[in-house]
């Protein structure tokens, strides 16, 4: 049986309830797939952040990763629960300014921002993780501009890999973001932005990755980020920030066995002041953007089983009712997730099938080769995990309409994000005069 998780129950009548909602209704009374939040799971893991961080290293600040599951009402989540948003795009930060969202508790990403990106983010005070000298060059020349200041952390890559998937490893030297210490890059680049008159240089970030383990990587690049702190100390250029990235990893099948959310803050916070002692640096302000950790178990996306089409001797595919479109995750990474029939919990997982997706494309898998209780057509399948990137990861291939996203707690149910419709995938085409 797949781990149950948050506020998940199974009523006596065997359907699978998320936040005291059924979720089986919910599925049942939509044509498309329904993204489902548990509010209160949520909650528990931004409070496990920020509450862990006060007891062991107050002089910190917890950002949220938006690009894992953005929207209006869930900035207004983060910033109830008390923690800062780290954005990656114009986009994203809009979403914060128009949810009202403290423009001060905001970090700004991004291996190519724009011109306009960076304006929007110095007009607001946000603070801008620079990633390479060609940003360097705009930011000094936006801010003379608007002449604001703006202060800025800057990218590094410790040069490790960490144990994850390729794709979204992040720290070792051929990566696509910030600056290398070999050579002194990153060094001339910090010595750069420190003679910039409105750039205000606060530190460093670094990011090694998404859905690790395995915190080894963590250690190394913590050690690798204190030598090159030091070094920066004995050129008088002081680190007062220091940002960790994000990257613990959650439960997709029964396979992955995460650390706590405590753990993993406890461990990181010792390896900083173990290696910040060790050295006689002043112990900076620390953050941590965490994304997956905090949104991914909390999201649970429910199907409708349509077609079913067995191949004999090779394989049964249960059809459903979305598919690449809501969660490319499968096809991307080959990603592998958890699923129940949620209408008869109670049953036993007996029969092996292979979940498809209704995209007209053969790799729309969502899930191969998993054993389910006895799958039928009109059968309601929730999928495990899916509240990190996969609303914000989703498509209008095929013009498939990309679903809701629905908050629940306590036994209410509210959309924050609206099933699109047929009208709203039409909305920006236009059909030019001479075509009429
Ligand atoms: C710079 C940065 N920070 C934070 C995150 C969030 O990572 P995760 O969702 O694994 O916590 C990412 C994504 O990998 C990232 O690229
Ligand atoms: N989108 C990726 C994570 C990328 C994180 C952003 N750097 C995933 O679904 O696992």
Known sequence: MAVLHGTM????????????????????????????LDEELLRKNMREYRKT???????????YASKALMTLAMCKIVESEGLGIDV??????????????????????????????????IENGVKIVIDNFYEIELVDKITKELNKSVDVLLRIKPGIHADTHHYVSTGHEDSKFGFIIKEDTAKKAIKQVVEKELINFKGI?????????????????IEI??????????ENIIVKEFDLGGGLGVIYTQEDDPMSITDFVKLLIEYVKR??????????????????SIVGEAGTTVYQV????????????????????????PALYGSKYD???????????????????????????????????????????????????????????NRLPIPGVMLVNNGQKEWIVKPQSYEDILRNDIIPERLK
């Open 88 to 121: 990656v795009s114009g986009g994203e930060l809009y979403t914060a300014i128009k949810a009202g969202f403290p423009m001060d508790k905001v970090v700004m990403h991004g291996n190519n921002k724009s011109v306009n990106e960076i304006k929007m983010g």
């Open 306 to 329: 349509g077609s079913i089409t067995e191949v004999p001797g090779i394989r049964k595919y249960i059809a459903i009712n979305g598919g690449m479109g809501d969660n490319i995750r």
């Open 225 to 234: 980020m204190a030598d090159f702190i030091k070094e920066l100390k004995e």
């Open 9 to 36: 129950k199974v009523k006596d009548n065997g359907h699978l309830l998320i936040g005291g909602v059924d979720v089986v209704e919910v599925a049942r009374e939509s044509e498309f797939p329904v993204y489902v």
């Open 53 to 63: 961080f006060e007891k062991y290293y107050p002089n910190s600040m917890v950002h």
């Open 205 to 221: 970030h670094m990011h090694i990755g998404s859905q690790i383990f395995n915190v080894t990587g963590y250690e190394k690049s």
């Open 339 to 397: 699923a129940v029939i949620a209408n008869r919990m109670n049953g036993k997982e007996e029969e092996l099938v292979t979940v498809a997706g209704k995209c007209c494309e053969t790799g729309d898998i969502i899930l191969k080769d998993i054993k389910l209780n006895e799958p039928k057509s009109g059968d309601v399948l929730a999928v495990f995990t899916t509240g990190a990137y996969n609303y914000t990861m989703a498509s209008n291939y």
């Open 275 to 292: 290696e910040f002692e060790k050295r006689e640096l002043e112990l900076p302000k620390l953050m941590v953007e965490p994304g997956r």
